[in-house]
């Protein structure tokens, strides 16, 4: 066990729909990001919270967005699902903003778009 | 941004054998250089990192080099075995956030 939760573990939606990814972070961590990796394809970032506030964005689509709650938790939402969205979607968290040692991946959400 | 490119794309060994994969950074201001190891379907684990002023750091049968002046950094394996299969991933650090190289699929034969 990381120490880093996400939930649930698989999805399966249709086209056009809209979920809800959630992740806790490692405790005392700080900074929580996300990434998507698709079949066959290497981590992309999508987007960073440290403490509540966003610190930097990747590649992710205006149809994707995040946020940070005041208990660390970090929840990315998907709308307007499409095929190419089907994907394992990884957060991680780390101690602090500037640092990142101690960077732990979660299990993984795997969404599957029908 | 950062651009962190990974080779070779896939990798086969005998068991044995020593495993050597690299990657190249783009951004000089990056200043830490971790290495994950993810088996399928599960989640990418950090196996040794390394930061920038230092040039190797060992761990048992892994091994990472840093070069700054050219910008890029290697893993080594040693005396790879079965269960060393799996994707690796490098990745440099960039304003706190990790960019990851696009992964390589080593095969370690019996």
């Known amino acids: 066990d990381s120490g880093v939760t996400q939930t649930p573990k698989h999805l399966i939606t249709a086209t056009g729909q809209r979920v809800t990814l959630r992740c806790s972070p490692r405790?005392?961590?700080?900074?929580v990001y996300w990434y998507q990796q698709s079949l066959d394809q290497g981590l992309q970032f999508l987007i960073q919270?440290?403490?509540?506030?966003?610190?930097a964005k990747g590649n992710i689509l205006e149809r994707f967005s995040a946020q940070q709650f005041p208990d660390l938790h970090s929840e990315l939402n998907l709308s307007s699902l499409e095929l190419g969205d089907s994907a394992l979607y990884f957060c991680a968290s780390s101690p602090g903003g500037g640092s990142v040692s101690g960077y732990t991946f979660g299990s993984g959400t795997r969404l599957t778009v029908v | 941004g950062e651009n962190v490119e990974q080779h070779p794309s896939t990798l086969s060994v005998q068991e044995g054998d020593s495993a050597v994969i690299k990657c190249t950074y783009s951004?000089?201001?990056?200043?830490?250089f971790p290495w994950y190891k993810q088996e399928l379907g599960k989640r990418p684990q950090l196996i040794i990192d390394?930061?920038?002023?230092?040039g190797e750091k060992k761990d048992q049968r892994i091994a990472v080099t840093l070069n700054k002046t050219a910008k890029h950094f290697s893993l080594h394996i040693t005396e790879t075995q079965p269960e060393d299969s799996a994707v690796y991933f490098c990745?440099?650090?960039?304003?706190?956030?990790?960019?990851f190289g696009q992964g390589t699929e080593l095969s370690v034969k019996p």
């Open positions: 919270y440290y403490n509540g506030e966003e610190r």
């Open positions: 951004d000089s201001a990056s200043n830490y």
């Open positions: 390394i930061r920038s002023n230092v």
């Open positions: 990745a440099a650090s960039q304003g706190g956030k990790l960019i």
């Open positions: 405790s005392g961590d700080l900074s």
